[in-house]
């Protein structure tokens, strides 16, 4: 599927070209492929906009399903997301605060990347404020906190941000797009998230061990407590990573899952590669809608609530088996 949503994609924009000149293009710059005159804006506008777009969303897409499937094995919860641990506030807070201080949009990603890493280990510190060790509750509880906190503080800089200039650029940011995504972004973008997607995908079977609850893992051999860090860390960085390239975009991490929970199971060794494909097809597709709707493009976020939200509600309504 997200074979096809990609070869969608590059045939969707404001330059129109023929599907079959498009694909001859991309034939001629692989090693085995010939060569052919084409139009130098027809080559700007397919390697320097569209692939980097459409690659860079799929790998949000992939980054934000597989690790709100992960957290909800994680702290056996479904209505957990991708979010729950504060990672979108902080990373909020860290383009607030670039943006407010004129940075480029380099500055702008990675100061949403490491203030979301911050975030996240903000919530496991105050987690550790209990004489026991942390559990699922208390990390979520604590994730909670430091959410709140992060989001009046980006609600602070909004209030103090030029009206005019500033405020809007971090409302953009905040609700989420793909619109200036370059190649550039690409090299940092790729390994950031191929990364902890390739790691969880490895240790994907091991999840169905923690997912049976604290006793029955502990009881098998598993250090609860260490591998349950371990795929918050990687889970965090895959999203940390999204975010920070994209905006806040929600929803994706939530209903993903249980789409792929439908589809294949609750076995998290089908679970995690179907979050994966679904998630980046689905994220590829929203973008197409964003910049093919209207003559202006659409937040992206904006889109994935639209449809989020009352998917939801389906399946709240239908009573899915969430286990």
Sequence with gaps: MPVFAVLLSLFLGKYNADPMTILSL?????????GGEFSPNLETAIFQVRLPRVWTALLVGMSLS????????????????????????????????????????????????????????????????????????TLVLSGIIVGGFFSALVSLMKSVADPYDKMPAIVFWLMGSFAKISSVDLKYAVPAMCIPIIALWLVRWRIN???????????????????????????????SSAVA?????????????????????????????ASISLGGTYMVL??????????????????????????????????????
């Design 66 to 137: 597989v690790s709100g499937a992960v957290f909800q094995g994680v702290f056996r919860n479904p209505l957990v997301s991708d979010h729950i641990l504060g990672v979108s506030n902080g990373a909020s807070l860290g383009a607030a605060a670039a943006i407010l201080l004129g940075t480029s949009m380099a500055g702008v990603q990675l100061a949403a990347f490491f203030t979301g890493l911050l975030a996240v280990g903000l919530t496991y510190s105050v987690s550790r404020i209990y004489k026991t060790s942390s559990t699922p509750l």
């Design 286 to 323: 929203m973008d197409d809608l964003a910049r093919s709707l209207a003559t202006a493009e659409i937040s992206i976020g904006i889109l994935t609530a639209i449809i989020g939200a009352p998917f939801f509600a389906y399946l709240l309504r239908k009573g899915t088996n969430w286990s």
């Design 245 to 273: 390239v994209s905006g806040v975009i929600g929803w994706v991490g939530l209903v993903i899952p249980h789409v792929a929970r439908i589809l294949v199971g609750p076995d998290h060794k089908y679970l995690i590669p």
């Design 209 to 239: 061990v923690l997912a049976m609850g604290e006793e029955d893992a502990r009881a098998l051999g598993m250090n609860t407590e260490q591998f349950r860090l371990v795929l918050i860390v990687l889970s965090t960085i895959a999203t």
């Design 26 to 34: 991309l034939f001629s710059k692989m090693p085995f492929g010939f």
